[in-house]
């Protein structure tokens, strides 16, 4: 695999990384309630406020195993193509709709889509399969209301950031012989929970330079699992999924400093394999988290732009 550190950080990323205390504790060894203030408090300086939507609703998907999705809607000044669902990134621990009120902004005025951002459960408290459950209450509710938010708005995709492209994709796997999804968009996303030999831009990349860590994935999926063994279930790694053929047509956006640009490269090439018409957009000089940093890299809207012709 490439070596990031041929290519240089970006100014936006170095400024990013460069403002960061270097006294501070990393967020997964501060308590639970202030780490999820910290990344609160950092979403809001760094990508808001978004561009303008015509409209902003909330809703309740159907109840699944005992999880009904709250969704918050975001359409489009102009006529809608679709609805996607989109899951926000925080390692299944951190993270709300409103913390990514900013994204869904963008990814709304990007795709021309209504945008129904999950407002899933998190971990510790709610540890898998009930982040899943509430995607899937989430689909279910896309395939019922979508067409009453807009007469002409039939096509569904999914989307996530980070450990919320996990989700996006396990999702996508599970319900791929029931429902005809369009697209499967994936930023930077998290797609197997061991490290594998092949991705060596874990080891390159994460002992914390970067602002993503190799420690703050096992700590993500410590939270998120109940049990080690389940990281070798596609639900939770679906990189190890023996029907990856079965994807919609993805787009895959990852980083160059990113301890996760590997495995997403790896998707693309597999998925092509099979005669998927998917893409990776690899932007060389930022680092994981970049499209929710809307305020200090430029790369951002570029990110959303190159969505946005894909989908459109």
């Given at each position: 695999?490439?070596?990031?550190?041929?290519?240089?950080?970006?100014?936006?990323?170095?400024?990013?990384?460069?403002?960061?205390?270097?006294?501070?504790?990393?967020?997964?060894?501060?308590?639970?309630?202030?780490?999820?203030?910290?990344?609160?408090?950092?979403?809001?300086?760094?990508?808001?406020?978004?561009?303008?939507?015509?409209?902003?609703?909330?809703?309740?998907?159907?109840?699944?195993?005992?999880?009904?999705?709250?969704?918050?809607?975001?359409?489009?000044?102009?006529?809608?193509?679709?609805?996607?669902?989109?899951?926000?990134?925080?390692?299944?621990?951190?993270?709300?709709?409103?913390?990514y009120d900013g994204f869904a902004r963008r990814l709304c005025a990007a795709t021309g889509h209504i945008i129904a951002s999950v407002d899933y459960p998190l971990s510790p408290e709610h540890r898998y399969p009930i982040a899943l459950n509430a995607g899937l209450s989430a689909l279910h509710w896309a395939i019922d209301r979508a067409r009453s938010l807009d007469p002409e708005c039939g096509a569904i995709a999914l989307a996530g950031d980070s450990a919320g492209g996990t989700l996006a994709t396990a999702l996508a796997l599970r319900m791929a012989r029931t429902v005809r999804l369009s697209h499967l968009a994936l930023f930077y996303p998290v797609l197997v929970i061991e490290d594998q030999s092949e991705h060596t831009s874990r080891a390159l990349l994460g002992d914390g330079t970067y602002f993503l860590s190799r420690a703050d994935i096992a700590w993500a999926a410590g939270n998120y699992l109940s049990d080690p063994a389940q990281a070798d279930l596609e639900d939770v790694s679906p990189l190890l999924s023996p029907r990856l053929a079965d994807l919609p047509p993805t787009t895959v956006i990852t980083a160059g400093y990113d301890p996760l640009r590997d495995e997403g490269a790896d998707l693309v090439r597999r998925l092509q394999a099979h005669g998927n018409e998917a893409r990776l957009y690899c932007f060389e000089g930022v680092v994981h988290g970049f499209m929710g940093l809307s305020q200090v890299m430029e790369e951002s809207q570029t990110a959303f732009d190159l969505l946005g012709k894909r989908l459109r």
């Amino acid at each position: 695999m490439q070596d990031a550190r041929r290519r240089s950080l970006s100014r936006g990323a170095k400024a990013f990384l460069d403002s960061a205390d270097p006294n501070a504790p990393p967020i997964r060894d501060l308590p639970l309630d202030a780490a999820r203030q910290a990344l609160d408090t950092l979403m809001l300086a760094v990508d808001q406020p978004g561009p303008e939507v015509a409209e902003i609703s909330d809703h309740a998907g159907p109840d699944v195993d005992g999880i009904a999705a709250r969704l918050r809607c975001y359409t489009p000044l102009t006529p809608a193509h679709g609805v996607m669902i989109f899951f926000h990134g925080g390692g299944w621990t951190l993270g709300n709709v409103t913390a990514y009120d900013g994204f869904a902004r963008r990814l709304c005025a990007a795709t021309g889509h209504i945008i129904a951002s999950v407002d899933y459960p998190l971990s510790p408290e709610h540890r898998y399969p009930i982040a899943l459950n509430a995607g899937l209450s989430a689909l279910h509710w896309a395939i019922d209301r979508a067409r009453s938010l807009d007469p002409e708005c039939g096509a569904i995709a999914l989307a996530g950031d980070s450990a919320g492209g996990t989700l996006a994709t396990a999702l996508a796997l599970r319900m791929a012989r029931t429902v005809r999804l369009s697209h499967l968009a994936l930023f930077y996303p998290v797609l197997v929970i061991e490290d594998q030999s092949e991705h060596t831009s874990r080891a390159l990349l994460g002992d914390g330079t970067y602002f993503l860590s190799r420690a703050d994935i096992a700590w993500a999926a410590g939270n998120y699992l109940s049990d080690p063994a389940q990281a070798d279930l596609e639900d939770v790694s679906p990189l190890l999924s023996p029907r990856l053929a079965d994807l919609p047509p993805t787009t895959v956006i990852t980083a160059g400093y990113d301890p996760l640009r590997d495995e997403g490269a790896d998707l693309v090439r597999r998925l092509q394999a099979h005669g998927n018409e998917a893409r990776l957009y690899c932007f060389e000089g930022v680092v994981h988290g970049f499209m929710g940093l809307s305020q200090v890299m430029e790369e951002s809207q570029t990110a959303f732009d190159l969505l946005g012709k894909r989908l459109r």
